[in-house]
């Protein structure tokens, strides 16, 4: 039976934040708001992959895993073509922003006529004391630069809070080109190929927990992607419809 919305959780190697994340998110008195749902955790290659198959069974998620680490890219897309949700929500499993937050997304997306809507750290001033100096300039740096060069609007393309109309949302992970990080990148750049309506709302942001992203190894692979995906996305894409 479809749901009609599915929220999504890329996890790796992160049980301690992500059991954390879920229990904040399942406990708050506000989580009643959110009905006909179904919660998917995806697993990256976690070495510990059985804790996090416990987990979402004590939360009553549906579990799904890559054989091997392949990056947050390839592990939503996997989730994207499993999701039954008439509406597509992403987050980051340690859940770093808001309950609040989590719900307004969903019932914007679901009652206005947004193709998507993109959390933006950026139009909260207070978010910047609570990331790394260096982390919060060099991804403004990025963004500015993925944007120019793939020719998307956003001030906050890599935040880890979007929402999809459904079968959008699954089109647009169908056969991509990068499978880590950059896959927000590519997604918008598909969007704005696509000519969709893409509307950004401010998020604020909860807790500051530890990166997955290496600021200097993944940082040179992220700018390489970016080259990927300007080159070979949409013909990539095309091929597969």
């Known amino acids: 039976m479809n749901k009609e919305i599915t929220f999504i959780l890329p996890v790796y190697n992160n049980y301690e934040s992500c059991k954390l994340g879920l229990e904040r998110l399942f406990s708050s008195p506000k989580f009643s708001e959110i009905s006909n749902s179904e919660f998917i955790l995806v697993d990256d290659g976690s070495d510990d992959f059985l804790k996090f ?16 680490n392949r990056g947050k890219g390839a592990a939503l897309a996997l ?22 937050n989590l719900l307004n997304i969903s019932r914007l997306i679901i009652e206005d006529h947004f193709d998507l809507i993109i959390g933006d750290r950026t139009k909260r001033m207070e978010n910047k004391k609570k990331v790394v100096f ?24 890599q935040c880890g809070l979007k929402a999809f109309k459904g079968d959008i949302g699954r089109k647009l992970f169908k056969n991509i080109t990068v499978n880590r990080f950059s896959i927000d990148a590519e997604i ?25 992203i290496s600021i200097f190894s993944d940082g040179f692979l992220m700018v ?16 597969s419809e």
Not at 54 to 68: P, V
Not at 147 to 154: I, K, P
Not at 224 to 239: N, P, R, T
């Open 188 to 212: 918008l750049f598909r969007a704005s190929y696509l000519n969709l309506s893409v509307h950004s709302v401010p998020v604020e942001i909860n807790k500051n927990g530890k990166s997955s």
């Open 134 to 157: 260096l982390r919060y300039y060099l991804g403004r740096v990025f963004n500015h630069f993925s944007s120019r060069l793939l020719g998307f609007v956003s001030q906050d393309s």
């Open 224 to 239: 390489y992607d970016i080259f990927k995906i300007k080159l070979f996305s949409i013909k990539k894409w095309s091929l």
């Open 79 to 100: 989730a994207f073509q499993h999701a039954s949700g008439s509406y597509i929500v992403f987050t980051d499993s340690d859940m770093p922003f808001s309950i609040e």
């Open 53 to 68: 198959k416990e987990l979402a069974k004590k939360f009553k998620c549906i579990y799904l895993r890559l054989d091997k």
